[in-house]
């Protein structure tokens, strides 16, 4: 693929469109980290979201407001300021495994020791860094008990991180399962150290303008027309393009972002550069979702009535 429309399709990914939710969410995270460091106590926020709805996005984000990491020297020494570290915690982790993913973030490799030697650590360099803020995701993994450590230990040594330094730790995770326990909020120890609670989840189906699957769609197009310098064509927001995109992905963004950005990529290879469905549906022939509402149709060969029937069977309950 030609490096003009490698580019190209590469920036259109990375755009990102504050739809309210999504803006909410990222409001109460600011509000998380700038409570815990005007009061100097913890005061932080959890973020609970499906997979593809955009959690990792909103922390990685988050990370880039507050500047690169420089390098410092005083009379002291040569030291890396880190202002902010984003940590995705591995599946099956131990506390202590947890502890020497937050000093790899910080630069520190190669540590050893016991938890109470490690926890130092993770809190002296902290602090040695200036770190602002810890964005924590897939903190579902922590919270799991596993053979080497059990959820109430997991949680007691979180709480000792946020006392000790009075910086926020943001965590971002799936939601619990049903009927299984939250593990922040069924814990007082833990849920009055994270006061502020987001959640995101897939976008709504809605054909009014100002709904939330429209916004994103126009902020999208927008960027797509921008950055691809598209001729006269389909637009997101067409009923022959939204129907059918939201039946294929019920609203995911991570679905759709893949389904867009194949059908850019389809469309800037043709001299035209004009998008047209035909990109959609080829882009759609090539991937398949979890939970498709189309199952074995592609979406955008139904024709838009036929869609429009399955989302709103869907939304009822239909069988």
Partial sequence: MPREITETTKSFAEQIVFYPRFRKAYELIKKGIESTTLSGKPACTALWAPVGTGKSTLLEYV????????IKTTNEGIFRIVPAIYVVVPPRVTTKDLAKEILRALHIEGVTGDLADLTRLVIQNLKICQTQVTLMDEFQCFAK???AKSADEAADWLRIILDATGTPIIVAGLPPEKNQADFIYSRPLLAGRFPYF??????QFSESADGEFFSVLRGLDKKMYELADLKNGSHLTDPTIYIPLFLATQGN??????????????????ASRELKPEAFSASYSELHFADELARRDNPFELGTAKCLKLILEAQNGSP
């Fill in 253 to 270: 963004l991570l679905a759709m972002r893949h389904i867009l950005r194949d059908a850019l990529s389809y469309c800037l290879v043709k």
């Fill in 198 to 203: 987001a959640q995101l989840s897939n976008l």
């Fill in 145 to 147: 008990a596993n053979p």
């Fill in 63 to 70: 990370k880039t407001q507050f500047g690169e990491e420089i």
